[in-house]
């Protein structure tokens, strides 16, 4: 029997645990090699599976921490209201902490966003308030404010101004892959959306290894970060049409831009090639992941890929139309 047809031995966690919110974090790293031996490639493809966190995304990471944040902060009174503006994800990650902690939330977000997204967040608890497609993130944004400025009671965490974003990813996050790859790292790409997720990678992975690279995916149809104009576009949850503010730009070695399109055929490809059903946006980092992986000096070479969400989520959207 092949090493990949053998199950692994049973490991019991050993423990149980007092709430759902304990069991976030320590997530697997995972050697992709079917989908680098299908694209000829020489470098070593890893990625990390966010989706493993209990409501399937790498946002479960920050809505726990931003919400402790704000508690240790003496800012959550018994009646207060959070309300915070999300494309979907980190939604979901405050809904389910937020019911966990007994704490009303209330979430702005654009109506492209995916119904499984919108339902999910329902069934949890939240209360939801839908602003115009084209406006983008920066529509749900200013509504969020205007919520703040009418309820004395109530508090916004700002995932894209939060340092318990970042920070979050630094304690945990980079130190998981530091880890398990026994600190044998040499690229990492992240598609970004606040940008918590490689600012708080780089910052530790960075200062360990100075000579590891990281890679920023946005849209090609809104590549603010390559300096162009923000646009609307189809990989949810990233490419938020301007430059977030906990993005610490000087650890990025490099910025690539990945068309729509691209983004579905690689998710669908990991999907059939892996056995891994992907987000959007983890198939928009795996294609950068792939272009880089092609260059010649990356023969040899070591590529982690964060992969923050699972197609599921994404039933309603282009991803499954070709199917």
């Known amino acids: 029997m092949s090493e990949n047809n053998r199950q692994p031995a049973l490991h019991a966690r050993g423990r149980i645990y007092s709430s759902i919110l304990e069991t976030i974090g320590a997530t697997p790293l995972v050697r992709l090699s079917r989908l680098a031996e299908d694209a000829g490639l020489d470098a070593e493809l890893l990625a990390k599976l966010e989706f493993f966190n209990p409501m399937g995304s790498v946002k479960d990471r920050i809505g726990l921490a931003m919400i402790g944040a704000l508690e240790s902060a003496g800012r959550l009174e018994k009646d207060s209201v959070i309300v915070e503006p999300t494309s979907g994800n980190t939604g979901i990650a405050l809904a ?29 608890g939240a209360e939801l308030e839908l602003t115009p497609a084209r406006q983008g993130m920066a529509g749900a944004i200013r509504r969020a404010e ?3 400025e009418s309820m004395p009671n109530a508090v916004m965490p700002q995932q894209f101004h939060n340092n318990a974003n970042p920070d979050i990813h630094a304690e945990t996050t980079a130190e998981e892959i530091w880890t398990d790859s026994d600190g044998t790292v040499d690229v990492v790409v992240s598609s970004v959306g606040t940008g918590g997720t490689l600012t708080g990678c780089g910052r530790v992975l960075k200062k360990r290894n100075p000579a590891i690279r990281m890679i920023a995916v946005e849209p090609e149809d809104s590549a603010v970060l390559s300096g162009g104009e923000p646009g609307s576009h189809m990989i949810e949850g990233i490419g938020a049409g301007f430059v977030p503010p906990i993005l610490d730009r000087s650890l990025i070695d490099e910025v690539l831009t990945i068309a729509n399109e691209s983004a579905f055929a690689t998710a669908r490809k990991t999907a059939q090639l892996e056995g891994l059903p992907v987000g959007i946006s983890s198939g928009a980092a795996l294609s950068a992941a792939l272009e880089i992986g092609a260059r010649p000096e990356m023969a040899g070479k070591r590529i982690v890929t964060i992969v923050p969400s699972f197609a599921e989520r994404y039933l309603s959207t282009p991803l499954f139309d070709a199917l």
Do not use: N, Y
């Not at 902690?101 to 329902?122: A, C, F, N």
């Open 96 to 124: 389910f902490a937020a019911a966990a902690k007994g704490i009303r939330l209330i979430l702005t977000m654009p109506e492209s966003q995916s119904d499984e997204r919108r339902k999910m967040l329902k069934l949890l």
């Open 146 to 148: 205007e919520l703040v």
